[in-house]
Structure formats: C-alpha cells, structure tokens
C-alpha cells in the first residue's frame, strides 16, 4: 500500500509565490515518475508538471518558466515551486507517483490565486 500526501496549498495574491511537496509512503517499490496535477470544478485534471526517475522534467506549456519541480529521493518527495501565480492557477493540485504496480494519488491539495 502506498500513501500519497499533498501540502502547501493555501491563498496567495497574483504574483505571489507557492511551494507544494508531496510525500509518498508504504510499501513503493519502483517509482517511475511523480507528477502534479490540477483539476478546476467540471474540467479535466490536467498535468502540471512531471519528474523522471533518474532525470528529466515535463511542464504543461501554461506554467514553463514559472514553476518547477524537483525531488528528494532518499525521502520519496517531490516538490513543486510556483512563482508569479495567476488567478487562472486556482486549482485542486494533485500529486500522482506513478510505480511498477500503478499509479497512486493524493487527496489533494487547494491552490487560490487572488486577483
């Protein structure tokens, strides 16, 4: 069993600055990849940003050069640093940790950028 679990979240004004880290726990065998995602009421959960085991990153296009995600692997935790926030960044974040045996995911965490 593998455990998920978002922090960071919280309300900041446009421009302003957020950091979220994810910590995986349990039983984790091989862990390919840990992602964020975001989901708005009614959209579709879209990925943020993604980290690859042993190096590599992904962003969506809407948050390149403003976010970045990093990692600690002795602690299975995955980070994601937001800078120059948007009111269009109000979400649900999500962490997903993608391993050999499936993909686990958060409870997630609110993100609310105030105009």
């Known amino acids: 069993q593998v455990q998920v679990v978002e922090s960071g979240g919280g309300l900041v004004q446009a421009g302003g600055s957020l950091r979220l880290s994810c910590a995986a726990s349990?039983?984790?065998?091989?862990?390919?990849?840990m992602s964020w995602y975001r989901q708005a009421p009614g959209q579709r959960r879209e990925m943020v940003a993604r980290?690859?085991?042993?190096?590599?990153?992904n962003y969506a296009d809407s948050v390149k050069g403003r976010f970045t995600i990093s990692r600690d692997y002795a602690k299975n935790t995955v980070y994601l640093q937001m800078n120059s926030l948007k009111p269009e960044d109000t979400d649900v974040y999500y962490c997903?940790?993608?391993?050999?045996?499936?993909?686990?995911w958060g409870q997630g965490t609110q993100v609310t950028v105030s105009s």
């Open positions: 349990g039983t984790i065998l091989n862990i390919n990849t």
């Open positions: 980290h690859i085991t042993g190096g590599g990153t």
């Open positions: 997903a940790v993608a391993t050999s045996r499936g993909v686990y």
